[in-house]
């Protein structure tokens, strides 16, 4: 059996994107593909267990049904690393881990493992990704993010904690790189990473698509309220613009899909945005949605052009600036109904990585 274990340098480089990418095209050289994340800290309640929820879309979009349980063993939930630092119990997570491991690659060809972030996230409960990778006798492909030198010194880090448990890297995906800069990066980092004795087994473009929430992602991650659209909060957003400008200039930073972030008792700023079309479709707005902030509630003949103008309306009790950040801040996660953004992420892994290179090192 094969198996592989996918980290990352840091946060948001992309890890469960690549490794949904990998899953469904090693699916079309394998007929049996299993995939577990040993340790997880974001999670959803599933069946009334503690289930990490890249284990919940990996077994969604993929088909893959090797237990949701034995595919996320060790859910971090609040106050667990509080817990262990006073009562260590590591040979509990031990037996967790390689129990659920060997029901998930039972009868497998290949198993992905996801990690959680870099090489030692996990290090203050005794389980580092390098820790888990030993435990698990799998090599290891790191993800980061696009650049030169900040990934390249990011790379070597981590791969000397792998290489002091013992962990074997087979190679480094480079993601995100921005599109006018793929040729210079992607010469550059494998030339880089090469004197460093490190394959590259892909270098992977940005899609700005990727990281576009929609209005129903924004709904989930914060307590705003919804007044109006509900039909349509799967709306994606481009960008946001914050409404504390007069409306003519506003109009000139308004684009297809633009989120207008206003107080609720700017009318001048609300009518402006429902006066703004798309220039190939006069009957759709060019925003995507509103959120009306500062706790202010429209007057009812406003409310009543909101409820015609088909995108959604949310209300935040927190001022402009704060609404603005906690946008800003979101992380955008792929779901299981986001099928556009699915179809691209295999695509471009597809098309970008080496499989031919990591099989062999397996």
């Known amino acids: 059996m094969k198996k592989i274990f ?5 946060q948001n480089d992309g890890k469960t994107t690549v490794s949904l990418g990998l899953v ?3 699916q079309q050289r394998f007929k049996k593909v299993g995939f577990i994340k040993p340790i997880g800290q974001r999670y959803l309640e599933e069946e009334g267990l503690k289930i990490d929820e ?3 879309l990996i077994e969604d979009v993929c088909g893959i049904k090797c237990g949701l349980k034995d595919m996320s063993p060790i859910a971090v939930e609040k106050g667990f690393t509080e817990r ?3 009562r260590p119990d590591k040979k509990n997570i031990v037996k967790q881990i390689k129990n659920s491991f060997s029901r998930v690659s039972r009868h497998k060809d290949l198993v992905v493992i996801e990690g959680t972030g870099h090489a030692g996230v996990g290090s203050v409960f005794d389980h580092s990704n390098a820790t888990v990778a030993r435990l698990l006798g799998s090599k290891v492909i790191i993800i980061s993010s696009g650049g030169i030198g900040r990934p390249i010194d990011e790379i070597v880090l981590n791969k000397a904690l792998f290489e002091k448990e013992g962990v074997k890297v087979l190679g480094v995906i480079i993601n995100k790189v921005l599109p006018n800069k793929y040729e210079k990066i992607n010469s550059l980092v494998r030339k880089g990473l090469e004197r460093k004795g490190i394959k590259v087994l892909g270098v992977i473009p940005y899609n700005p698509m ?5 209005i129903e992602q924004i709904l989930e991650e914060t307590d705003f309220k919804l007044l109006c659209g509900k039909e349509f909060v799967e709306n994606s957003v481009s960008q946001f613009i914050v409404g504390a400008m007069e409306p003519q200039d506003a109009v000139k930073y308004i684009v297809n899909d633009s989120l207008m972030i206003t107080p609720g008792d700017r009318e001048d700023m609300i009518m402006t945005c429902l006066g703004c079309f798309r220039e190939a479709d006069d009957t759709r707005l060019k925003i995507s949605g509103i959120i009306l902030s500062g706790g202010f509630t429209p007057d009812q003949p406003i409310i009543n052009f909101l409820q015609k103008a088909q995108v959604p ?3 935040a009790k927190q001022d402009t600036y704060t609404v603005a950040t906690t946008i800003h801040d ?3 996660k792929i779901r299981p109904c986001d099928k556009e953004k699915i179809n691209a992420v295999v695509q471009l892994i597809r098309g970008r990585v080496n499989f031919d290179t990591i099989l062999k090192g397996m």
């Open 330 to 332: 979101l992380t955008v």
């Open 6 to 10: 996918i980290a990352a340098t840091k």
């Open 24 to 26: 469904c095209n090693f």
């Open 54 to 56: 890249d284990s919940l």
């Open 84 to 86: 262990y630092i006073t």
């Open 210 to 214: 990727l990281s576009r929430p929609t």
């Open 313 to 315: 309306v949310l209300l």
